[in-house]
């Protein structure tokens, strides 16, 4: 990610789209400072998207998220000139596309920008595999060719075999599959998807999400996504831009705009948002005292006793977890001289940093020891401490490791355990 | 009020107007009236070489690969019923002029229509007029057509096409414009041209649209044959005039109801044809 974050895809710079007639003076008010009402009452023009500027990192999922009216659509659809912006510069790649011709727009719509639109905006006397292929059919790629492409793009959205049927006759969700082929079909760059899942269902939204995601990792391709729905954005966002009355109040990591609103309406809006579905076990994990399994149980005795605590983690050579061991039974080995290996307890409750806290809880409560955290080639990354667990959820700032820095196991708390 | 304001010669303007016309483009209205009057008379001539009850059947087979049974059925008992009251010939002029008038109504209308339909300039000067074409009372347009085209079926065509063009272009528009907005913006999202916007997308949609405005077109172009007939264009309208004039009572009815068959029968074939593509689609399920 650090690697790729250097290079900027979309550059947006100053932009503002005013509707309505007196576009010139509102333009010029908007210079003065002066807000979007007294502007609407001064020259009867709508402020849609008012001087915003950000950038889009390749290979990212960029969230713009806001209440209806808050400029997102508008925004979005300047980003491939569906809506033509007022003042602004959009550099794709570099360019300008704001001051593109009509042939280099069409250009870049056909080749680098893909959309996926809220009510699919499938074409109703096409069937499935003729919406898909219609990027390619009007840059006038032959028939056999788009085809296959088509039908590649609607494997991988998971609906082969329904390429003959008419849009009408398909769920909403997999019409919404179909508008993600079709936009997959011509191999855009980035994608561009207007309020994409917000006319589905809760349970299939949720499905298309993850899928959206096992596609960006997939493919690697810039997603821009528009949502109203915060917790959609926490879910799918690399970053997210937080847009009221078209301007942007923060742009941020979920964690960023979550843990440190910028202003009071961001708290506002995120102070709803259930912290155990979005911060996951990275975010909470303490360094963990380990021992080396060569080390003898006398050793590990000492240890315990120096940091005041029951058990503590075996690992090999590389930092491989292999178990823990417990000071009683640490003492028993010592006594009848066996080794740490011989005593360790190797069915551990093991977790992988991406779970999310909601389904920590289980284990977390179930276990005798603080559950461990493990890379996925067996290293020990840290610990849950049911302490922090609960503070962390209490939106308690300093029970949260900000950019995967892990603190030291607080001694207090390995002690409950 | 007449004392007041000296009257303008808005009557003589148009009559010298006319005139210039007629005296400018004589040789061009003839080859125009030429041109129409061959084309009618040559499909009267064609499909008067087909025996009545074969067309009859035709006609039926025709109604039931575009429509249903039912109206196949009615196609062919109507048919044969006009036959048998002896008006066969009249019918197949009627129909010549009224087919010919709705192609000429759609050939031009469609585009014009399409047109309109991307231009708020050009629907701007459009819609008046067209309000002007279907306000204005029928009989007026007959007066210069004699002059430009003489007595005859051609004065009868283009009247016609004048009064039943309107539909198709409004309808045309009117489809075209209901295309949703979103569809709209998914083809511009992908790089259509205006060109692939219009074929690929805007015209498949309003296709059932812009047929109602057909069938609208052809119900016009009908409930002017009579009105054609007076400046002597022939067929089934020419029956009715003659048997106002002789107060016919019965003529007057058997030719009327002949007029209602044909109506009827073109009518449900036109209106299915613009539902047509949906029941494939439905069918496919």
């Known amino acids: ?417 | 009020m007449n004392e007041l304001l000296p009257r303008l010669p808005f009557a003589d303007w148009i009559d010298s107007g006319v005139d210039w016309l007629v005296s400018t483009f004589g040789s061009v209205l003839d080859g125009i009236a030429d041109v129409l009057g061959g084309v009618v008379e040559g499909a009267v001539t064609v499909l008067d070489m087909v025996p009545s009850i074969l067309l009859a059947i035709i006609f039926a087979l025709l109604a039931y690969f575009i429509s249903t049974r039912k109206i196949a059925l009615f196609t062919l008992v109507g048919l044969l019923f006009i036959d048998y009251l002896g008006y066969w010939y009249p019918m197949l002029q009627m129909l010549a002029l009224v087919l010919t008038s709705v192609f000429l109504a759609v050939v031009i209308g469609i585009p014009i229509g399409i047109w309109g339909s991307q231009k708020a300039s050009v629907r701007k000067v459009v819609n008046p007029l067209l309000d002007l074409m279907q306000t204005m009372p029928a009989f007026v347009y007959l007066i210069p057509a004699i002059f430009f085209f003489n007595i005859g079926v051609v004065p009868g065509v283009v009247a016609s096409v004048i009064f039943a063009m309107p539909p198709t272009i409004r309808l045309t528009m009117l489809g075209i414009e209901q295309v949703p907005k979103d569809l709209i913006e998914a083809t511009e999202a992908f790089g259509s041209t205006t060109g692939q916007r219009l074929l690929k997308i805007q015209i498949p949609l309003a296709k059932p649209t812009i047929m109602a405005g057909v069938n609208q077109s052809i119900m016009l172009a009908l409930s002017m044959v009579v009105i054609a007939s007076m400046v002597g264009a022939p067929g089934l309208g020419e029956e009715v005039y003659r048997s106002v004039t002789q107060l016919k009572t019965g003529v007057g009815v058997e030719t009327g109801v002949s007029i209602v068959i044909v109506a009827i029968i073109l009518d449900r074939i036109t209106q299915q044809a613009g539902t047509r593509k949906k029941k494939i689609g439905g069918k496919l399920s």
Request: aromatic share 4%; proline share 3%; hydrophobic share 40%.
């Open chain 1, 1 to 417: 990610m650090n690697e790729q974050s250097i290079k900027k895809k979309i550059v947006v710079k100053d932009t503002t789209k005013v509707f309505g007639k007196n576009v010139k003076r509102a333009v010029q008010l908007l210079k003065e400072g002066k807000s979007k009402s007294d502007i609407l009452k001064a020259t009867g023009a709508t402020v849609g998207v008012k001087n915003v500027t950000f950038d889009v990192n390749d290979g990212e999922i960029f969230v713009i998220m806001g209440l209806s009216g808050s400029g997102k659509s508008t925004l979005v659809r300047m980003l491939n000139r569906l809506i033509d912006p007022t003042v602004g510069q959009i550099l794709l790649d570099g360019e300008d596309i704001v001051q593109m011709s009509k042939e280099q727009l069409r250009e870049v719509r056909r080749k680098k920008i893909g959309m996926v639109f809220q009510n699919f905006a499938l074409f109703p006397h096409k069937t499935i595999v003729e919406n898909t292929e219609y990027g390619l059919e009007i840059q006038g790629v032959p028939k056999d060719q788009r085809r296959i492409k088509a039908i590649e793009s609607l494997k991988l959205v998971g609906l082969a075999g329904y390429e003959d049927q008419y849009p009408n006759q398909l769920s909403g969700g997999m019409q919404q599959r179909v508008g993600l082929a079709r936009a997959l079909a011509n191999d855009p760059d980035i994608l561009l998807m207007d309020e994409a899942f917000s006319a589905l269902d809760p349970l299939i939204r949720k499905d298309m999400q993850n899928e959206l995601l096992q596609l960006h990792s997939d493919m690697g391709k810039t997603f821009i996504f528009i949502t109203h729905d915060l917790d959609e954005a926490l879910r799918i966002g690399d970053r997210i831009a937080l847009m009221k009355d078209g301007e942007i109040v923060q742009i941020g990591t979920p964690e960023e705009i979550l843990m440190s609103p910028s202003n009071e309406y961001v708290e506002r809006f995120v102070e709803d948002v259930d912290l155990a579905k979005v911060l996951t076990a990275r975010h909470i994990m303490k360094k963990a005292d380990t021992i080396q399994v060569d080390r003898g149980p006398r050793v590990a005795l000492r240890l315990m006793k120096q940091l005041g605590i029951s058990s503590i983690y075996v690992v090999d050579k590389s930092n491989r977890l292999m178990g823990a061991v417990t000071a009683q039974d640490a003492v028993a080995a010592s006594e009848t001289d066996k080794s740490l290996e011989d005593v360790i307890i190797s069915n551990l409750p093991m977790i992988t940093p991406d779970t999310v806290l909601t389904e920590l809880f289980d284990v977390v409560s179930t276990a005798s020891i603080p559950v461990a955290v493990i890379s996925e080639d067996q290293k020990l990354l840290g610990i849950i401490i049911r302490g922090v667990l609960i503070g962390a959820l209490s939106g308690d700032n300093q029970f949260i490791n900000n950019d995967g820095i892990i603190e030291p196991a607080d001694q207090t708390n390995s002690e409950v355990v």
